[in-house]
């Protein structure tokens, strides 16, 4: 029985994050004028990043506050496990929640990728509630915690977040 489990769990994981890779891009058209055939597109503007924050401060602030953020490092391709690798990510580790147990802290160069991602760890956590994660958003940061983690814990990293990122 827990084999069968096992097996839909990474079934349902496996069709997600199918679902979730990104296109290419698509080459930039120059002419000077827009033919009649085709719409003009506004260029994408790229966000600013909160002032002075950065992912080793906001991690800092969460200690700061009073909250776990133990052993943080830097994420390399393995820690984004099955996830769109997008943006720059920082693993920390929640001790209370028991061995290996965290979450993560990703910044990014626009809310496009940012959405996606928060996304991303949304519905896999409605497709199976094994992979549930609370997340939030706010400015060009996401935080995506261990879905274990109780709610009145998550407000806690939630409030800090809004403190520090404006």
Do not use: W
């Amino acid at each position: 029985m827990k084999s069968f489990l096992l097996v839909s769990a990474i079934a349902a994981i496996s069709l997600i994050a199918t679902g979730c890779g990104s296109s290419p891009a698509q080459p930039a058209v120059q002419n000077s004028a827009p033919s009649p055939n085709t719409t003009a597109t506004a260029p994408v503007k790229k966000e600013e990043p909160a002032k002075n924050v950065t992912l080793e401060s906001l991690v800092q602030a969460f200690k700061n506050g009073g909250v776990e953020a133990e052993t943080p490092a830097k994420m390399e391709a393995k820690d984004y496990g099955a996830a769109p690798k997008l943006g720059n990510g920082m693993r920390i580790f929640v001790p209370s929640l028991g061995k290996d147990s965290g979450g993560r802290v990703l910044q990014f160069d626009n809310k496009s990728d940012l959405e996606g991602m928060k996304k991303y760890y949304d519905d896999l956590g409605k497709a199976s509630a094994i992979a549930f994660s609370h997340t939030y958003a706010k400015g060009l940061f996401l935080l995506q915690m261990n879905g274990t983690m109780k709610e009145d814990q998550f407000i806690k990293y939630k409030e800090i977040m809004d403190k520090v990122i404006k």
